[in-house]
Structures are given as structure tokens and as C-alpha cells.
């Protein structure tokens, strides 16, 4: 036989000596090293569940796509349509208009900006106001409940100088639909 112990030259005893220490010695490096460890596969299988989970949701959101498209052309158009050229006379008008309703008096404008994103143009313009606070609240709320697509961003207002009425600047932004990029192909004679 070839027995890596046998060439060692040991007696029975010892030989038992050298296989119980490399048990005890494999035994502590197992507790050391291997034993800590056993949570972790409980632990991946967790994230494995998620990120099956997570895939799944995906596939099914993809799958969805066709209809969200169909969703999204839908949508637009169903926007209100108003020319680029007009957007910002047709944001100053809903906004006179409304306050001349509600009783609200605007006592200054500053400058309108303009901010885009994918789907939207967004026109920004701050009103100062003067009213009372009835009148505020109903132009401020005829604003948000009418399809006007505006929105107050921000609001700050103090009593004026006899305290019967509120002065304050208002935020306004209004939301514009971007026009839909024709696809017409250019033919060459």
C-alpha cells in the first residue's frame, strides 16, 4: 500500500495522533472560515427570488408597451392644440381673464420663460396680486379646476397696509403640449 503515512515512519499511535489533530485542525478552519458563511447562500437565494421578481415586471411592462403607445397617441390628441406662436399670449389671456372674474387685481408681470422637456413646453411667469382673500382663493382655484392646463408653482403673500386686503406674487406655470414631429420624407426630383 502506499499510505502517505507509512512513510513517515510512525508508530499506530502516533499515526492516530496525526489524523486526529488534522481532524481538529480541519474542524477549526470549517468554524472559521466555511460555518459564518451558511446565511449567505439564504441570502442570495432572496436576491435571487428579487431580481426574478423584478425581471418578471419588466418583461410584463414590455409587453405592455404596444398599448401604452397606443395610450400615449391617444393622449395627444386629445391635447388642446395651440400654435407655438400663441402659447404665451393665450397663458397671459387665461390668466387676465380669470382674474378680472374672481376680482383679483394683478399689479405687475415679470418676464415669461419658457422650459422643455420631452412631451411638454412649460411657461413660467410670476404675477404680483392684490385681492382679498375670497377673491384669491376662487382664482386660484378656477385656475386649477378649469381645463386651462395652468398651475400655481409658488406663492408668497402678506397682508397690504390696512390689512383688508392680501399683496402677494404668484408662480404660474402653464403646461403646452409639444407639436408632434411630422414624419415626411423630403422627395428629390
Known amino acids: 500500500m502506499n499510505n502517505p503515512l507509512d512513510k513517515l515512519n510512525l ?20 468554524a472559521w472560515f466555511v460555518w459564518p458563511h451558511f446565511k449567505d447562500w439564504g441570502e442570495m437565494k432572496n436576491r435571487l427570488d428579487g431580481a426574478r421578481s423584478q425581471v418578471k415586471k419588466y418583461n410584463k411592462t414590455i409587453a405592455s408597451a404596444r398599448g401604452l403607445d397606443k395610450k400615449v397617441k391617444e393622449m395627444q390628441a386629445e391635447g388642446t392644440a395651440v400654435s407655438a406662436e400663441d402659447q ?20 405687475g408681470i415679470s418676464r415669461q420663460s419658457t422650459v422643455t422637456n420631452g412631451f411638454f413646453l412649460e411657461q413660467l411667469q410670476t404675477f404680483s396680486v392684490s385681492a382679498r382673500d375670497e ?7 378656477s385656475l386649477g ?3 386651462s392646463i395652468i398651475r400655481a408653482r409658488g406663492l408668497s403673500l402678506r397682508p397690504n397696509g390696512t390689512r383688508q386686503e392680501l399683496n402677494g406674487n404668484i408662480d404660474l406655470v402653464a403646461s403646452y403640449q ?3 414631429v411630422s414624419k415626411t420624407t423630403a422627395k428629390i426630383p
Open 11 to 30: 508508530r499506530p499511535f502516533e499515526k492516530r495522533l496525526v489524523v486526529g489533530v488534522a481532524v481538529v485542525v480541519f474542524i477549526v478552519l470549517n
Open 88 to 107: 404665451a399670449n393665450q397663458f397671459l389671456l387665461t390668466v387676465n381673464n380669470q382674474a378680472s372674474v374672481s376680482g383679483v387685481n394683478i399689479t
Open 135 to 141: 377673491q384669491l382663493v376662487d382664482f386660484l382655484y
Open 145 to 147: 379646476s378649469s381645463d
Open 178 to 180: 409639444k407639436n408632434p
